[in-house]
């Protein structure tokens, strides 16, 4: 699961990159991209889903996980009514709220990774030193006999 948060992390970061970037572009530019956009959010939500789910057996990451899940939804249901928020010259504060969601759901993937990764690391048990390993002794031909 190590591996698979670490991933997900970096994912999260490429994801999150090209939503900013694309929702920018929407948003002073005006191209109509917006699909392109709602599919790398709906890839944005399903890592926040998997990230929550490995964190929620985990006793100390418990509740960050149930958080990253509920963000999940949160990220989703806003970006699909943020449209018809405050329709004319108040929208923008509905666009900055839902940058601010965004960025934020990289936040969270990052959070709950770190904090698993924290525990897992260290409830694992230190690695042997080549110095702990007991050496076999070379056995002489005097000592055979």
């Known amino acids: 699961m190590i ?5 997900l992390q970096w994912l999260s970061r490429l994801v999150g990159a090209c939503e900013l970037t694309l929702g920018l572009v929407i948003w002073f530019v005006g191209v109509s991209s917006v699909s392109l956009h709602i599919l790398l ?29 509920l963000y999940a939804f949160i990220l989703t249901g ?19 709220l839902h940058l601010l969601i965004g960025v934020g759901s ?8 770190a904090r698993y990764l924290k525990l897992k690391k260290v409830s694992r048990p230190a690695p042997l030193e080549s110095a702990d390993i007991p050496q076999s002794t070379p056995v002489a031909a005097s000592d055979e006999a």
Not at 3 to 7: D, L, M, N, S, V
Not at 41 to 46: K, N, R
Not at 48 to 64: D, F, N, W, Y
Not at 78 to 96: K, R, Y
Request: no cysteine; aromatic share 4%.
């Open 3 to 7: 591996q698979a948060i670490r991933g």
């Open 41 to 69: 959010g709906s890839v944005m939500a399903l890592i926040l889903l998997i990230v929550g789910a490995i964190a929620l057996p985990v006793k100390e990451t418990r509740s960050l996980g149930a958080i990253g899940i």
């Open 78 to 96: 806003f970006g699909m009514v943020q449209m018809g928020l405050l329709i004319g010259p108040l929208h923008w504060l509905v666009q900055v």
């Open 106 to 113: 990289i936040a969270v993937v990052h959070l709950i990774g």
